[in-house]
């Protein structure tokens, strides 16, 4: 057994622990308490730090970091997916050499910045082995999208790539982009192919921009123009008229295992039939910004009483994978909410929205250790408001 003692402890499914003491065996957190200030035979005492449980980052496109500063912030969404896209080229084809280099940066990166998992979107599952060779935890799901596909075919001929991925350690899921790059038959046919499987997990980009609900309410504006003009439309799509969760509701694709992305958009009618069903909703107001469709409620989503987790989204929309610099964003906008559920959301709520929430997201006996010290100034009033100030990888250090 060993321990460490800190000046702080923020165990997040319990109030700050001063003069901390933290038990350690095999990798596992045996006990939490207080202690006394002189350390003990054994102990390693870490000084004026407060530990905290490694961070999840519910959203990330790690296979995108390549694009890192390449597409600028835009004042339409559909004006930032035009450009990624003229980049990019098709997301589903393959990634050179020089593409996959950057995911490894953008690993280590999130790392040093306390990240210990991340729910990981990929067309191509590049991310797959570096995420390994890093020990970066999290889900990957294996994003598909096809407004014309008319059944899961997709999913079949893409069978092939996840086995060899799982084959590979990754607990692998499938996911569908959004509601209007996928159809709905591909949307049904992910959805009961998830449900059966090993990572019954699944992700879904919704309510991002304005140009979605116009385009969702009424079957017009940009969203239609840009399908029209790859030749994506489809006559015979029936336009729901109603706001995203209800169209997907209304189809039984969204439960308990959807983690629900951006919802900026969103009502409160939304969200609050989004936390009946017990999604998580994951919040990225750095992207959001980023891209053009304007900051989150974030206030109301935490007055909703949605589950709500945090992303930072991909290196081509938002300047680092860091998510202190995503939770000093989100408590600038959402000054009235308790800085204890801003960082519950950083780490617990991510970690259960995974599946990962029997090991990770908080310091519970019986987890594993997975913990980072943030250096603490002299003297801290509160320590939980004092991590939502922003903090760089040179203040934190793996325990
Ligand atoms: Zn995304």
Known sequence: MKSVRAAWACPI???PIRDAVIEIEDGIIRSISSGSRLPAPGSRDLGNVAILPGLINAHTHLELSWLRGC??????????????????????????????????????????SGTVAVGDISNSLAAVGPMREANLDGVVFHELLGFKERDGALIDSTREMRSRAVSA???????????????????KAIRSAVDGS??????????????????????????????????????????PACDPVAYLDRHGIIDEKTLVIHGVQFGDGALTRLAEIGATLVTCPRSNQWVGVGYPPVERFYKSGVN???????????????????????????????????????????????????????????????????TLPPQVEDVEEYLLGGITPSQLDWV
């Open 13 to 15: 499914d319990q109030p």
């Open 71 to 112: 597409v600028p912030p835009a004042s339409q969404f559909t004006d930032w997916v035009k450009t990624l896209f003229a980049i990019r080229g098709r997301p589903d084809g393959g990634m050179s050499a020089a593409q996959v280099a950057p995911i490894h940066e953008a690993i280590a990166e999130a790392r040093a």
């Open 169 to 187: 350690g990754a607990r692998v899921s499938l996911a569908p982009h959004a509601p209007y790059s996928t159809s709905l038959e591909l949307f």
């Open 198 to 239: 090993a990572c019954p997990i699944t992700s879904v980009h919704l309510g991002e921009s304005a140009e979605e609900i116009e385009f969702l309410q009424k079957g017009s504006g940009p969203w239609r123009g840009m399908l029209e003009i790859i030749g994506a439309w489809r006559d015979d799509w029936p336009v």
């Open 308 to 374: 709500v987790a945090i992303g930072t989204d991909s290196l081509a929309s938002v300047e680092d994978l860091n998510l202190f610099s995503e939770l000093k964003t989100l408590r600038w906008l959402a000054p009235g909410i308790p800085a204890a559920k801003l960082l519950e959301s950083a780490t617990l709520t991510g970690a259960r929205a995974l599946g990962l929430g029997d090991e990770l997201g908080s310091l519970t006996p019986g987890k594993r250790a997975e913990m980072i010290a943030v």
